[in-house]
């Protein structure tokens, strides 16, 4: 193989752009929080990552979320299934910050009851207080161990969470095991502002896979 004449032709055919924004595709997840008055607050993002049990999600400092958080540190991270992505967009518009912060006005409206409008249900924590959303089939209870401010201006937080408690429905579960089935687990993938399920069937499997070969 001409691998000189593969590098030139990958360079040339490349154009050095300027995006208004970097959503490359990531999973969506739901935050559930608890607002001031005790009610639940529900919020999509997909500026999130998993290393061990620590997630690791950001978050734009004006939000509900965001000031959730910052007085009390306990959370639920949602995990949608792609077929949710309808319930994910009645979210889109809406915000549980009263009043509606200014960069937000001429986009969103203030929502109370975030369930409601989505038509989601909530379920009952184990670990934390804010609900579960029932529909997502992998839910991660989790409290804050650090809320960071980042970006130019201070305008995200960064909050480092560890997850205690995983809920994972059994339609994705490996019988009789620990272990999610990656091939039954389809994941909500937000991409440049669109959403998309995974492409099945799998391509392969990785090294230290635990379930490859689980469905013979
Ligand atoms: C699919 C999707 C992904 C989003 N990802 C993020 C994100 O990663 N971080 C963030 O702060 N906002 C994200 N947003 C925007 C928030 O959902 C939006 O700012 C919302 O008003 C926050 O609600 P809250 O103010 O009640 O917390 C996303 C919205 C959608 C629909």
Not at 91 to 109: C, D, F, M
Not at 195 to 200: I, K, N, R, S, V
Request: charged share 15%.
């Amino acid at each position: 193989m001409n691998t000189t004449a593969t590098t030139a032709t990958a360079t040339t055919d490349h154009l050095a752009i300027s995006p208004s924004i970097l959503y490359f595709g990531t999973p969506v997840a739901l935050l559930t929080t608890e607002n001031p008055d005790g009610t639940p607050n529900l919020a999509p993002i997909s500026s999130a990552w998993a290393l061990g049990h620590t997630v690791v999600i950001g978050l734009g400092g004006e939000g509900r979320t965001a000031a959730n958080l910052a007085e009390r540190p306990e959370l639920v991270v949602n995990l949608p299934s792609a077929d949710l992505w309808p319930a994910v967009e009645r979210l889109a518009p809406l915000t549980g910050a009263h009043p509606v912060p200014a960069a937000k006005r001429s986009a969103y409206r203030y929502e109370p009851d975030k369930f409601g409008a989505a038509s989601l249900r909530p379920q009952p924590s184990q670990k934390v207080r804010p609900p579960r959303v029932a529909e997502c089939p992998l839910q991660l209870e989790a409290t804050v161990r650090n809320l960071t401010p980042a970006g130019p201006d201070g305008e995200f937080r960064i909050a480092e969470c560890e997850v205690v408690r995983v809920h994972a429905a059994a339609s994705v579960v490996v019988p009789g095991t620990q272990h999610i089935d990656p091939a039954e687990w389809n994941p909500l993938i937000y991409s440049f502002r669109h959403y998309f399920g995974l492409a099945h069937p799998e391509l392969g499997y990785g090294f230290r896979s635990q379930t490859a070969g689980s469905r013979a």
